[in-house]
């Protein structure tokens, strides 16, 4: 494959994933869900009507983190505002955080790293629970976006050559903010982020964009108690709100097999079962050759890593061991680390054309271990990468294939499938 088509085949996978979403957008589209979406949009409507209480009392309905997620339904009441209130009104929000996130991916890389930059959008938006958290008002996809949008800022604004380093620290710090105000799972990126401070702190670098970073933080967390402590006289108003909750959910009879069960292979099926091993394996061939990759390539590794085990490991509750609930959309945190380093795995194996054997291996092993119907999806790609040659791929891919569709064996086994 030429530079020139290298260059535009960004461009060409933004408005693919756009189209593709929007046509998901229209025709999958069936209203609300479940409780979340029909509690999120009665607060947009509250707040477009100017009936929004902030804190309700302990007891109330609405005494729930839900009701604290203001990026989550704030611009829907706007939309509700400027619109009117109407289902489609309703997740205009999620849908454009969903696309949002890949036009960082374009804008990020879509000069330096283009095949990253087109791999990676591909991965997220072609994922079936990105495309189906899009259609509903759920609060993970506009998590997705601003962790993204975050992690994006802060390796931006530590860039040695960057020349207005406390714009991108104040930047990265109302980034965290609304990403806080939208789920509480920005957690995932604490380890990450408190590591790379005290690296820099240990170095004497970047200090420019941590004073930034964190006098705007600092203003807005006081700022943001001291309106919980005039409207309900507690500073610790949300915490107290997710404690509550997970009291009432706490599991007393959790038996020691299913904790361990739960800390070893239970998330590794969960991210095999949603079709995310194919991330996994590509983002496992960029771990093995990192000390050849970028350092944005990294940046990506190291931050896909410590989320991945703080989700693995971590807890909801700081009273007791209560783990991250195995369900798909609690995984979109970790999307867009994980995709984008996923990219740079396939930028070394459309470079060096090396390491297919061990992901048409690692491809078949899921399918193996799965024994359902996305092993099919599994075994196919595990079957096809061998065809691919030991080296640079893209100057012979054409012709090896014209010559292989000639072949009486490729026909039989095309009637077979």
Same mark, same amino acid.
């Given at each position: 494959?030429?530079?020139?088509?290298?260059?535009?085949?960004?461009?060409?996978?933004?408005?693919?994933?756009?189209?593709?979403?929007?046509?998901?957008?229209?025709?999958?589209?069936?209203?609300?869900?479940?409780?979340?979406?029909?509690?999120?949009?009665?607060?947009?409507?509250?707040?477009?009507?100017?009936?929004?209480?902030?804190?309700?009392?302990?007891?109330?309905?609405?005494?729930?983190?839900?009701?604290?997620?203001?990026?989550?339904?704030?611009?829907?009441?706007?939309?509700?505002?400027?619109?009117?209130?109407?289902?489609?009104?309703?997740?205009?929000?999620?849908?454009?955080?969903?696309?949002?996130?890949?036009?960082?991916?374009?804008?990020?890389?879509?000069?330096?790293?283009?095949?990253?930059?087109?791999?990676?959008?591909?991965?997220?938006?072609?994922?079936?629970?990105?495309?189906?958290?899009?259609?509903?008002?759920?609060?993970?996809?506009?998590?997705?976006?601003?962790?993204?949008?975050?992690?994006?800022?802060?390796?931006?604004?530590?860039?040695?050559?960057?020349?207005?380093?406390?714009?991108?620290?104040?930047?990265?710090?109302?980034?965290?903010?609304?990403?806080?105000?939208?789920? &509480?799972?920005?957690?995932?990126?604490?380890p990450f982020y408190l590591s790379l401070l005290l690296l820099d702190l240990w170095h004497r670098r970047h200090g420019k964009f941590w004073l930034g970073a964190l006098s705007t933080g600092a203003f807005l967390l006081v700022?943001?108690?001291?309106?919980?402590?005039?409207?309900?006289?507690?500073?610790?108003?949300?915490?107290?709100?997710?404690?509550?909750?997970?009291?009432?959910?706490?599991?007393?009879?959790?038996?020691?097999?299913?904790?361990?069960?739960?800390?070893?292979?239970?998330?590794?099926?969960?991210?095999?079962?949603?079709?995310?091993?194919?991330?996994?394996?590509?983002?496992?061939?960029?771990?093995?050759?990192?000390?050849?990759?970028?350092?944005?390539?990294?940046? %990506?590794?190291?931050?896909?890593?410590?989320?991945?085990?703080?989700? %693995?490991?971590?807890?909801?509750?700081?009273?007791?061991?209560?783990?991250?609930?195995?369900?798909?959309?609690?995984?979109?945190?970790?999307?867009?680390?994980?995709?984008?380093?996923?990219?740079?795995?396939?930028?070394?194996?459309?470079?060096?054309?090396?390491?297919?054997?061990?992901?048409?291996?690692?491809?078949?092993?899921?399918?193996?271990?799965?024994?359902?119907?996305?092993?099919?999806?599994?075994?196919?790609?595990?079957?096809?990468?061998?065809?691919?040659?030991?080296?640079?791929?893209?100057?012979?891919?054409? &012709?090896? %294939?014209?010559?292989?569709?000639?072949?009486?064996?490729?026909?039989?086994?095309?009637?077979?499938?």
């Amino acid at each position: 494959m030429s530079a020139p088509a290298f260059r535009l085949l960004p461009h060409f996978t933004l408005a693919f994933v756009g189209l593709f979403t929007i046509a998901f957008f229209i025709f999958a589209h069936e209203g609300l869900y479940d409780y979340d979406d029909y509690n999120y949009a009665r607060y947009a409507h509250q707040l477009a009507t100017g009936t929004f209480d902030l804190t309700p009392e302990p007891g109330h309905l609405d005494y729930t983190p839900l009701h604290q997620r203001l990026m989550v339904f704030g611009p829907v009441a706007l939309f509700y505002k400027l619109l009117g209130v109407g289902i489609f009104t309703t997740t205009f929000w999620p849908l454009l955080c969903t696309f949002g996130t890949s036009l960082i991916f374009y804008l990020l890389y879509r000069q330096q790293h283009p095949v990253v930059a087109s791999a990676a959008m591909l991965l997220l938006g072609l994922h079936y629970f990105t495309l189906n958290l899009s259609i509903y008002l759920y609060p993970d996809n506009v998590l997705m976006f601003f962790a993204a949008d975050s992690a994006a800022a802060l390796l931006y604004g530590r860039r040695p050559a960057q020349a207005h380093p406390v714009w991108w620290g104040l930047g990265f710090a109302l980034l965290n903010f609304a990403a806080s105000l939208s789920k &509480e799972t920005i957690v995932y990126y604490l380890p990450f982020y408190l590591s790379l401070l005290l690296l820099d702190l240990w170095h004497r670098r970047h200090g420019k964009f941590w004073l930034g970073a964190l006098s705007t933080g600092a203003f807005l967390l006081v700022t943001y108690l001291f309106v919980y402590q005039a409207a309900a006289h507690d500073l610790l108003y949300r915490f107290h709100v997710i404690e509550s909750v997970n009291e009432v959910r706490r599991v007393s009879n959790t038996s020691t097999g299913d904790i361990v069960a739960r800390l070893t292979y239970m998330p590794l099926q969960l991210l095999i079962g949603t079709g995310l091993g194919v991330v996994l394996l590509l983002v496992l061939v960029a771990a093995i050759k990192s000390n050849r990759l970028s350092n944005d390539a990294r940046f %990506w590794l190291a931050l896909a890593g410590s989320s991945l085990a703080f989700y %693995w490991l971590g807890s909801t509750s700081l009273s007791y061991y209560n783990p991250n609930s195995l369900l798909p959309r609690m995984l979109t945190p970790l999307l867009p680390p994980l995709c984008l380093a996923a990219g740079f795995g396939v930028e070394y194996f459309a470079r060096t054309g090396r390491g297919g054997w061990l992901l048409a291996l690692g491809l078949l092993g899921c399918a193996a271990w799965l024994r359902s119907s996305i092993s099919i999806v599994y075994g196919l790609l595990g079957a096809f990468l061998p065809l691919l040659p030991d080296y640079y791929p893209w100057a012979s891919y054409a &012709e090896r %294939w014209r010559d292989l569709v000639r072949t009486p064996h490729f026909l039989q086994a095309l009637r077979c499938l």
